[in-house]
């Protein structure tokens, strides 16, 4: 382990670099290039809204998984509960989610997108998809179970088993 991973506090589980290679600057600066342009089509659409991508990623994680608890969008966005007050209240407020109380545990709180917010979130993942489309578009084929594999394996150990859940309203693989 080199000095610097060492002063970082690296985990020797964590595989290092090849000797020589150094750091991937190319795939670094793809990565953060696509990620601006990708999440900056949505930005756009949400201006309009004055929403941020806070509230599309509540948007999009309660409209994927009706019924979500509070709780485990926490846990899945890894926020707290401060940082989601606000943005909740927003999209609560402007009906775009609702919550209702739990069937077993009235405490608990379940939300579950409005009409209006499946149409906005219908709206943000079709104008993302048009650009996975297009990119896809100039790949060869199995390009996408490929880029599905890359960027499952970049994420934590930890949290590549919490694959995504299917929608309740789609069958696996098909467009709404």
Do not use: C
């Amino acid at each position: 382990m080199t000095d610097a991973l060492q002063r970082r506090g690296a985990s020797p589980a964590r595989p290092e670099l090849k000797a020589g290679s150094g750091p991937m600057f190319d795939l670094i600066e793809l990565f953060f290039f696509a990620y601006r342009d990708f999440v900056g089509d949505a930005d756009r659409l949400l201006m309009r809204y004055n929403f941020g991508r806070a509230h599309h990623r509540v948007l999009y994680f309660v409209d994927r998984r009706p019924g979500l608890s509070v709780a485990e969008l926490l846990d899945l966005l890894k926020i707290t509960k401060q940082s989601l007050s606000r943005v909740l209240k927003d999209l609560l407020d402007q009906n775009y989610i609702e919550q209702r109380p739990g069937l077993l545990d009235r405490r608990q709180r379940l939300m579950f997108p409005t009409a209006k917010g499946e149409a906005l979130a219908l709206e943000l993942a079709e104008l993302q998809s048009r650009r996975f489309a297009r990119a896809l578009a100039t790949l060869p084929e199995g390009a996408r179970a490929q880029a599905a594999a890359f960027l499952a394996a970049v994420r934590d150990p930890e949290n590549r088993d919490r694959a995504p859940k299917e929608s309740p309203r789609e069958a696996p693989g098909e467009p709404r």
